[in-house]
């Protein structure tokens, strides 16, 4: 079958694929109830030029402060689409469906029972068409249920299968405001779960939706960036992606501009299809983004095993040595060709983080710089932490305010110890494995 609809979802006032231009999106890490600091970093986003902001929604009191959150930003004039996030509450999704612009659910998590999640699916469909409100289906790959990684493994392919069968009842419903996200940390598991995704509605399902692009757990730094680089810029290189997010353990606002030089590489021909061969690049970070998207597609494909930086510039003068040798250790790793040093994998953070998560991630990056090769998760909370740390070794996950739960594999081994001790305690927790 030959896809016969193209589906663009407009999100307030801001339509979303369809050939409309790629969208920049990021997510306030502020607690939702936390009015005041949740406006103030809207303000800074939408002075920053996001497209879309994302807000926790966790339950039916979060709708409310959220309700007032847009409120006072139409007044203000800022009318920056809002999305309500929810993971697992489908009262507070249909509550929400009445407020927000966007609504981003993962409907497997509705229920255990599937014949009760899919009910309340079609309930929020239907909402949704009442009140003019998108939906995002969005599945990581951490957060797959039984049913469908019993049968397909915990693979892109799960990935794929667990969401077509909602955007089926989609179009059962006559409902096409609809983006799709399959997001994983693992930039090979990422970029094949699009792939997959994008043939299945291209050649079976019968409707293009548009797809949101992003890496999770991505970390903060260059790593954070090239890792992300890699996988969003792989899929937009090839025509595949309508909106993205940079994940960055980091101020919310500076995932904009990341998102912005990824859309900009890759229109300006940094990609394998784009006929360049080296990078003209102003600064280092506009340098590791277009040079992620210009080699990172054919180092995860395996088609090159490396790269050369001759006749690459910064600034107009040459990449010095050592920070292209640095450069290609992180881009090795992020393309998953070469472990030379840890693998982070650490959430942006979100109003569900009771904690500094970036100190802490930055802390635990320089205690554990010497450990090449170790996986280690550095997570806001224990709601979605645990499963979204994918095959990390180890998992330092925030418990509460002030608290923390150390992971082994997916086991926690060290409950709910204070925060002051915790970076000690992972430390002890990794030697003592070795
Ligand atoms: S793991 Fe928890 S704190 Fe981190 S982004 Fe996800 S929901 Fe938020």
Redesign the pocket.
Known sequence: MVARNISFPIAGRVPIGGGHPILVQTMCNTSTDDIDGSLAQCRAMAAAGADLIRLTTQGIKQVDSLRQIKERLRAEGIDTPLVADIHFLADAALAAATVADKVRINPGNFAKEHAVACAKFRELLALCKQNSTAIRIGLNHGSLGERITQRYGATPLAMKEAVVEWLKMCIEEDFYDVVVSLKASNTIVMVEAYRLLYAAMRDDLGCIFPLHLGVTEAGNGDEGRIKSAVGIGTLLGEGIGDTIRVSLTENPVNEIPAGRQIVAAIAAGYSPRGGRSCVEADDWNDFIIKASCLWGPSLLDKKIDDFSLEGSTIGGAPVPASDGERFRDMLLQACRRRFTRPEYIA????G??LYDLESTFNEVKRRTSHLAGVKIAV???V???PG?MADADYGYVGEGRGHVTLYRGKTPVIRYIPQEEAIDRLLELIESDR
């Open positions: 959430c942006p953070g979100c569900r983080t997570m806001g909370c709601v979605n932490g979204e």
